[in-house]
């Protein structure tokens, strides 16, 4: 899944600018691999990183690949640790594009690191609570735990996800 979601220029909804160039560096044609691995801006976002990863001069045919190859060096305990941290911070980065993107909000990658670190430990405590508590931050950047509960008599909870895909032009909802 290299292709990024984007509107295609016949059909944006609210005129919001999309480019298909890489919105870190403006020179490359983004996509998954160089927006979170190759880009000049995730090269020094990776070698800043806990890891000194060194993203440049280097070739993966695919963002897979990368990945496959970071995640198979690493130990067992390792992967327990590492591989949540290094989900969430490509979330962050992830996040940090749209938000350039769909909101012209400059990010600073050492801001992405706390939101990813912040975000792995949130993902830790819930997986030792043992529970289905969800958590999440208050105005004052409290964590909050939360969990499932059944909607009240007469309502109905749905959850909804959507994606897109660009080769296609085809994109597809669900509802659970
Ligand atoms: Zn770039």
Redesign the pocket.
């Known amino acids: 899944m290299e292709g990024l979601p984007q509107h295609p220029p016949h059909k944006r909804p609210f005129d919001i600018k999309v480019e298909s160039s890489?919105v870190?560096?403006n020179?490359?044609r983004e996509n998954l691999l160089?927006?979170l691995v190759t880009?000049?801006?995730a090269n020094r976002f990776w070698f800043a990183s806990l890891w000194c990863i060194n993203t440049c001069g280097r070739e993966w045919s695919s963002f897979m690949e990368w990945w496959m190859s970071i995640t198979t060096l690493l130990g067992e305990q390792d992967k327990q640790d590492v591989i949540p941290l290094l989900a969430c911070t490509l979330w962050e980065l992830w996040k940090s594009r749209n938000n350039m993107l769909f909101n012209g909000e400059c990010c600073d990658w050492n801001r992405i690191w706390e939101l990813g670190i912040r975000l792995a430990g949130d993902f830790k405590e819930v997986q030792q609570s043992n529970s289905l508590a969800t958590v999440s931050r208050d105005d004052g950047g409290s964590c909050v735990a939360s969990c499932w509960q059944h909607p009240t008599m007469g309502f109905i909870k749905i959850n909804v996800d959507a994606s897109y895909r660009k080769e296609t032009n085809s994109g597809a909802s669900g509802a659970v």
Do not use: A, V
Request: hydrophobic share 30%; charged share 20%; proline share 0%.
């Open positions: 890489c870190f560096c020179k490359e160089h927006l880009c000049s801006f």
